[in-house]
C-alpha cells in the first residue's frame, strides 16, 4: 500500500491560486499499482490497434487525464478552435514536453481517441475513476468530510478552502479546458454542464457536495 504524497496534501487555498496539478503532481497521480495495473491494460488496448505505437504510461496518464475535458468540448458536437488549442496545450502539459508533432505517438494516440471519442470515452473515464480515487480511499477521515451536507450550504470559496487540496485541483485539471482560477465564473452550454455532471456519476464524484458546489460555480450561456 502506497503512502498519500505529501505534495498532494498541500493547504487548499494553494491551490485555488495555482489551481492546475505541476509536472511533479501529475507524476505521483500514478504511484498506486491498481492505478498503473489499470494504466497498462489501456495501454494494451492502444497498442492491440496499432502495435508500432510507442506509449509509456505517463502517455497513458495523459490522454486519461485530458479524456474528460475532450467530453465536454464535444458535448454540442461541435469543438471550436480555442477549445482544440485549449486541449494541444493541455496535453502538452500532461505530457510534459513542450511541442508535439506529427511523430509523437501519444499525439497519434489522442488523435485515435478524438476520432472515436465515444468507443473510448467509458474507458478512459474507467480509469480516471482509479486515479482520481486513489489518494481519497486511503484517507477515510477526509473522505467522510466530503459527503459532509454543510458544504452544501457554504460558499463556494469556503468549501473549496476546506476540501483536500488534492481534489480541487483535479476537478480544475479534467473538467477545464483552460487555466481558469478555480474561483472564477465560467460561462458554459447547457449541454456541457449535463456533460460535466455526467462524468462526476462515471468515476464517483457526483454525490460529493464539493463536486455539486464546483458544478454550480458554472453560469450557462
Known amino acids: 500500500m502506497i503512502s498519500i504524497p505529501c505534495t498532494l496534501n498541500k493547504s487548499p487555498f494553494y491551490a485555488l491560486l495555482t489551481p492546475m496539478l505541476n509536472e511533479t503532481e501529475i507524476l505521483l497521480l500514478k504511484h498506486d499499482e491498481l492505478v498503473q495495473t489499470k494504466l ?35 458535448a454540442n458536437e461541435n469543438m471550436s478552435i480555442f477549445e482544440e ?12 514536453r513542450r511541442d508535439l508533432t506529427a511523430k509523437d505517438d501519444v499525439l497519434k494516440a489522442y488523435q485515435t481517441v478524438l476520432g472515436d471519442f465515444y468507443t473510448w470515452e467509458n474507458k478512459l ?52 479546458a483552460d487555466d481558469k482560477n478555480m474561483t472564477s465564473e465560467k460561462r458554459i452550454l447547457p449541454i456541457e454542464l449535463k456533460k460535466i455532471y455526467a462524468i462526476g456519476e462515471v468515476i464517483d464524484l457526483a454525490n460529493m457536495p464539493i463536486f455539486i458546489k464546483f458544478c454550480s460555480t458554472f453560469k450557462l450561456k
Open 40 to 74: 497498462e491494460q489501456l495501454r494494451q488496448e492502444f497498442i492491440s490497434i496499432n502495435p508500432d505505437l510507442k506509449l509509456s504510461l505517463d502517455d497513458i496518464l495523459a490522454l486519461v487525464l485530458i479524456a474528460p475535458a475532450v467530453g465536454v468540448a464535444l
Open 85 to 96: 488549442l485549449s486541449l494541444e496545450n493541455k496535453l502538452k502539459q500532461f505530457t510534459r
Open 125 to 176: 473515464y474507467h480509469v480516471l475513476r482509479y486515479v482520481v480515487n486513489f489518494s481519497l480511499d486511503k484517507q477515510k477521515e477526509v473522505k467522510e468530510l466530503l459527503f459532509n451536507e454543510d458544504l452544501s450550504n457554504t460558499e463556494w470559496g469556503i468549501a473549496a478552502m476546506n476540501a483536500p487540496y488534492y481534489l480541487i485541483k483535479i476537478l480544475n485539471l479534467i473538467f477545464l
